[in-house]
């Protein structure tokens, strides 16, 4: 990704002039970055698949986000987002389905997985699947590689325990969350080097057995 510098000061710049008239005067940069960006993002997903086979299906250029913000119900009426980022689930980047999220911004890259806000049916489900599977649940989140790359299973949480659990389940904590995903944090020297992708793999690799038990809940 030996273009990341180049795209770290057209993020920043924009970011300091987030308004139309700068943007397409410099539209012509922001292509060839997104056309380098996609490129990136389909060398990860050749890869991936090997991971996830769930995945052969997605298309990886389908799976970039818009740089345009959606600031209908926002107080910030920025147009445009300070990042690029991606996201590969099986059904595409507007999936239900854990997966993979691929975020760089300047000072802010990171890989994250999982299930960041499942509606509450989905929800309902990940809590039963947990507290039916508990040891192979602790096995995932609980692995010492795990621990290592992405310190904990994240989200918003209940003030208390679910009405369907026990106050004192023994997973009282996970059931209590609204949400199960995961952050590494990519270092930047990391990301300029010829075995970029191979990193980005071998973090997915341990987030992979997480996605597939709460797929396997979803479903």
Not at 22 to 43: G, I, S
Request: with cysteine; net charge positive.
């Amino acid at each position: 990704m030996n273009y990341l510098p180049e795209l770290f000061e057209f993020l920043l710049a924009l970011k300091a002039n987030n308004h139309k008239t700068w943007f397409d005067e410099n539209k012509p940069t922001y292509q060839q970055l997104r056309t380098a960006f996609t490129a990136t993002v389909k060398d990860f997903h050749a890869q991936l698949v090997g991971i996830d086979a769930a995945l052969a299906t997605v298309e990886p250029a389908k799976c970039l986000f818009r740089i345009n913000r959606d600031i209908r119900f926002s107080k910030d009426k920025s147009p445009y987002k300070t990042n690029f980022s991606s996201y590969m689930a099986a059904g595409g980047s507007q999936s239900e389905l854990a997966g993979y999220y691929l975020h760089i911004e300047p000072n802010n890259c990171f890989m994250g997985g999982g299930l960041y806000m499942p509606a509450n049916p989905e929800l309902k489900k990940v809590r039963q699947e947990i507290d039916y599977n508990a040891q192979d649940f602790l096995a995932i989140v609980q692995n010492p590689d795990f621990v290592r790359c992405f310190g904990k299973v994240q989200g918003e949480k209940l003030k208390n325990t679910p009405t369907d659990y026990a106050k004192d389940h023994p997973l009282a904590e996970y059931l209590k969350l609204k949400g199960f995903f995961v952050v590494h944090h990519l270092p930047i020297e990391k990301l300029t080097t010829p075995d970029a992708i191979h990193y980005l793999i071998s973090v997915c690799k341990i987030m992979y057995p997480l996605n597939e038990f709460l797929n396997k809940a979803v479903k």
